[in-house]
């Protein structure tokens, strides 16, 4: 029964982070898409994607390779892409594509706002509980884009510093709600994810 549970959690799991992909994909495309890119535009950058897809394979098969190495490559070749994505765009389409970045962040933003607000209802949260709750999410926010727009930091430092950052925001959670208010999030939680599973 526990190898069995394990499996369905593991790949309910899955099934999530392929949601969130999908998602963060279609949002991609139609931040591409307002910019009105014109047919060679996107042939130029339709050819950059396909360079950087084959240096990607080629560096996966290199046996030799350090993880380490492998990392730096990889980051530094999906940097030059974005550059010379960015060095294909008008200076309007570049301020378009900063002002659609803007926005899809405060449409994120305001998402967490909502699902607080449904918190409150399905958890019988306290004005002082949401007060909290709303200042601790606040507070995340800012280091989440402080840590992702540093351009000092390695795509992979970014990831450790990003699940650090989640890890302490579960932490100030369990500080803030009662246990039963916190077993009752994590039984929706897992019917939440049962759920998605059987799709």
């Known amino acids: 029964m526990l190898a069995i549970a394990t499996f369905v959690f593991a790949a309910?799991?899955?099934?999530?982070?392929?949601?969130?992909?999908?998602?963060?994909?279609?949002?991609?495309?139609?931040?591409?898409?307002?910019?009105?890119?014109?047919?060679?535009?996107?042939a130029q950058m339709k050819t950059n994607r396909e360079n950087t897809k084959m240096q990607l394979a080629d560096l996966k098969k290199d046996g030799k390779i350090t993880l380490k190495d492998y990392t730096a490559k990889k980051e530094a070749l999906?940097?030059?892409?974005r550059e010379q994505m960015e060095s294909v765009l008008t200076p309007e389409q570049k301020a378009q594509l900063a002002k659609n970045k803007?926005?899809?962040?405060?449409?994120?933003?305001?998402?967490?706002?909502?699902?607080l607000d449904k918190m409150?209802?399905?958890?019988?949260?306290?004005?002082?509980?949401?007060?909290?709750?709303?200042?601790?999410r606040e507070a995340g926010f800012i280091k989440m884009n402080a840590i992702r727009e540093n351009t000092q930091l390695s795509k992979a430092d970014k990831k450790t510093q990003l699940m650090?950052?989640?890890?302490?925001?579960?932490?100030s959670m369990k500080q803030i709600l009662t246990?039963?208010?916190?077993?009752?999030?994590?039984?929706k939680k897992k019917a939440h994810m049962e759920k998605s599973g059987k799709k």
Request: charged content about 35%.
């Open 12 to 42: 309910s799991a899955q099934e999530n982070r392929k949601m969130k992909l999908q998602k963060h994909g279609h949002e991609k495309g139609m931040m591409m898409k307002s910019l009105n890119l014109t047919a060679a535009q996107k």
């Open 78 to 81: 999906l940097k030059t892409q």
């Open 102 to 115: 803007a926005d899809l962040k405060a449409h994120h933003k305001m998402d967490g706002s909502k699902k």
């Open 120 to 136: 409150k209802t399905s958890l019988n949260l306290s004005d002082d509980q949401m007060a909290k709750l709303k200042a601790n």
């Open 164 to 171: 650090t950052l989640r890890q302490e925001q579960k932490e």
């Open 179 to 187: 246990p039963e208010q916190l077993n009752k999030m994590e039984e």
